[in-house]
């Protein structure tokens, strides 16, 4: 079946790099996302990847696709303090339909 | 300024009482969903509509029931068959159109539902 795995959580200083992993088990995904959560608020599109692409670069964000591994990463440079959040990995499995899968999310702590 | 809001921020129901989430879009997408969220949890999709008048299942439906009968709106019933229902609710919306990231899905800012 379709899922999605993600570490719960990631700590680093600020100015440091943080690297974000999600793996995921269709091999047929067409797109994914990467999903920011504040403290009760819902969740902000960061960034997606179409599944032919293997980089994307976006300012601050790098995501690197290793579609053999179905592995995806999401790089924040420069992490700051406003960083801090939930980030969720996402897939737009191929299986017809409107589904996305969302992984549990990670929570990166931010440390000054 | 286009957008998802939903409301209301907070709400609270009492043993027995079905409850209401309102969903609102302005960005003419014709798919809209609702996910439940529990904690240290990723999102599992209760029920989504990909057009007007017809909406579908997920993988959490019982307990819940909804309406799509204008393209903007997508309420959310909780009823008293739910016997869990206090979790963060979030709507969200995709244009629905397959390829050029259409299936994007955009999120509102979420209701908090508690039980009393």
């Known amino acids: 079946g379709e899922d999605v795995e993600q570490s719960l959580f990631l700590s680093v200083r600020e100015g440091d790099s943080s690297v974000i992993n999600c793996t995921y088990t269709?091999?047929?995904?067409?797109?994914l996302y990467w999903y920011k959560q504040e403290p009760g608020a819902g969740l902000q599109l960061l960034t997606y990847?179409?599944?032919?692409?293997d980089m994307k670069q976006d300012q601050r964000l790098t995501v690197l696709l290793n579609k053999k591994d179905k592995h995806l990463s999401l790089r924040i440079a420069d992490t700051q303090t406003g960083d801090s959040a939930i980030y969720f990995c996402?897939?737009?499995?191929?299986?017809?339909?409107?589904?996305?899968?969302f992984g549990a999310g990670t929570r990166l702590f931010v440390k000054a | 300024d286009g957008g998802i809001t939903q409301s209301p921020k907070y709400l609270f129901r009492k043993e027995g009482q079905n409850v209401t989430l309102s969903c609102e879009q302005n960005?003419?997408?014709?798919?809209m969903y609702w996910y439940r969220q529990d904690p240290g949890q990723g999102l599992r999709l209760i029920y989504y509509?990909?057009?007007?008048?017809?909406?579908q299942k997920g993988d959490i439906a019982e307990g819940y029931s909804v309406s799509r009968e204008k393209k903007e709106s997508f309420p959310l019933t909780v009823t008293s068959a739910q016997k869990n229902p206090t979790a963060f609710y979030l709507c969200?919306?995709?244009?629905?159109?397959?390829?050029?990231?259409?299936?994007?899905?955009?999120f509102g800012p979420g209701t908090r539902l508690l039980v009393l």
């Open positions: 996402a897939e737009k499995a191929n299986t017809g339909g409107f589904k996305t899968i």
């Open positions: 269709d091999s047929s995904s067409t797109y």
């Open positions: 990847i179409f599944s032919n692409m």
């Open positions: 960005l003419n997408h014709d798919a």
């Open positions: 509509s990909q057009i007007v008048n017809d909406f």
């Open positions: 969200a919306s995709s244009t629905g159109l397959a390829g050029a990231g259409g299936e994007t899905q955009y």
